[in-house]
């Protein structure tokens, strides 16, 4: 096989900061805006032609390199490649995905990458052919990947549907959240639990030490409240974009006296079915309408017990709640299967662009 050269970043591409379009001058049409958060809506005109590469410059996006097939907009909150020098367009990309700019930021508390800050980056360069198959290869597992996110979104919309239609409609007899819901308030007496959760919008329960790198507690535990596995916690300032919880995964721990717990009388309501519920669209804007009605737009414990629910006999319940359950079981099983294939992706790019790994220059069989 042939040897990499080596270079540096500047020998890759060259990078061209992107142009302002202000919202009062875009025009109507598909041409698509390249901003440091990936595409952001269309403009008539490009100012790019593609295929090409950009990279984020400043916000949340930064160091972060999207791929466009078309020609486009680059705005002014990402670097363009204005020039591959012969190189794959990409593996350009794929490189420049692949690599950490985070050590990189020149602009202090707010991101920002100068171009000129990064050129200096010492690489190594394979030839054409390799880069070729190397992106044909990672274009595979990105194919794989997108295809299973796909399927998960469609499965998503399944399951929402079901939802509606088995739990939130109109046919089922009502009651109150009250009727079945006791709220729970006991104390970490003695600090004898040491295991301090969080309530989080799109995870569920967490370790803060997880959602905020670091232990983000009260040296004394001793007036945490103790919620228990199959117990209900939600906080009463951010129930309304979806913080609450149902503990599955600890037998117990213990959360910040801020927060509401509580459980249910399975006598009345079936667990699963009331968690299902939670994730539909009518709970959503039940709760959100009950936080809007307050002053401090919080949730109290009375309030999420005036609001109404779809109380079906418990056989129904459960029967409901064992279809849902096998959709969700589905769902999560494709959401681990796309994790994995995203780290198989990403331990397969550290080797492949660094050239611990090589690739045979043949495009009828790939082979590492």
Known sequence: MTTWEKATLKDLVDL????????????PGNIPVMGGGGMNGCHAESNVTGPGVVLGRSGAGFGTAYYCETDYWAHNTVLYVKNFKSNHVKYVFHFLDAFDFSKYNSGGAQPSLNR????????????????????????????SVEKTERLIAAKEKRYARFVI????????????????????????????????????????????????ERRVASSDLSNYKIVTSGQYTYNPSRINVGSIARLDNWDNGVLSPMYVVFKLNESKVV????????????????????????????????????????????????????????????IDLLKKQAEALSKQKRGLMQKLLTGTCRVKVNKEAISV
């Open 271 to 330: 667990s699963d079915f009331f968690l299902h519920w939670l994730s539909s669209h009518e709970a959503k804007q039940r709760i959100r309408k009950c936080a809007q009605g307050s002053v401090r737009e919080t949730v109290s414990f009375t309030d999420l017990g005036a609001i109404p629910f779809p109380l079906p006999p418990l056989d129904r319940q459960q029967t409901v709640a064992t279809i849902l359950n096998t959709a969700r079981k589905e």
């Open 165 to 212: 239609s088995l739990i939130a409609n109109d046919s089922h007899q009502r009651g109150h959240i009250r009727n079945f819901a006791i709220e729970v308030s006991k104390r970490n007496n003695g600090a004898a639990i040491k295991r301090v959760l969080s309530v989080t919008n799109n995870r569920g329960f967490v370790l803060p030490e997880d959602q905020f």
């Open 16 to 27: 061209q900061r992107g142009y302002d379009l202000p919202s009062q001058n875009r025009k």
């Open 116 to 143: 000129n800050f990064i050129y200096p980056i010492e690489i190594q360069i394979p030839p054409y052919p390799e880069q070729e198959n190397i992106a044909m290869l990672l274009d595979t597992w990105d194919q």
